[in-house]
């Protein structure tokens, strides 16, 4: 399984970004896809995932209502729409790929996924 993680950048407070995970469709079928992200001298977290064939989406609290998760079949994307950015929220934001077998609560760590893509920085300056 393969994934690349692309459009961040640096951006002001209050602002937004869109991330793009290169996701074909027979993977975006069978697992469920996740995004997390690590800042420096921080544990990695997870920020938002969406199950398998789009069976839903689920957001880590510290995001939820700001950033949004969706899948643009025409380009093959599980894309990571970012607003209302603060300066916490600067990390390197990585997508990855969890079997279905993984319950929600195991989706909401960063042990839900099996399959990792380079990450894409995000810049959120004050």
């Known amino acids: 399984v393969q994934l690349q993680a692309s459009g961040g950048g640096s951006v002001q407070a209050g602002g937004s970004l869109r991330l793009s995970c290169a996701v074909p469709?027979?993977?975006?079928?069978?697992?469920?896809i996740g995004w997390l992200r690590q800042a420096p001298g921080k544990e990695r977290e997870f920020v938002g995932g969406i199950r398998w064939g789009g069976r839903g989406t689920y957001y880590a609290n510290s995001v939820r209502g700001r950033f949004t998760i969706s899948r643009d079949n025409a380009k093959n994307t599980v894309d990571l729409l970012l607003n209302s950015l603060k300066p916490e929220d600067t990390a390197v934001y990585y997508c990855?790929?969890?079997?279905?077998?993984?319950?929600?609560?195991?989706?909401?760590?960063?042990?839900?996924?099996?399959?990792w893509g380079q990450g894409t920085q995000v810049t959120v300056s004050s």
């Open positions: 469709g027979h993977t975006f079928r069978n697992y469920n």
């Open positions: 990855a790929a969890g079997t279905t077998s993984k319950v929600l609560s195991t989706l909401l760590t960063p042990g839900g996924y099996d399959y």
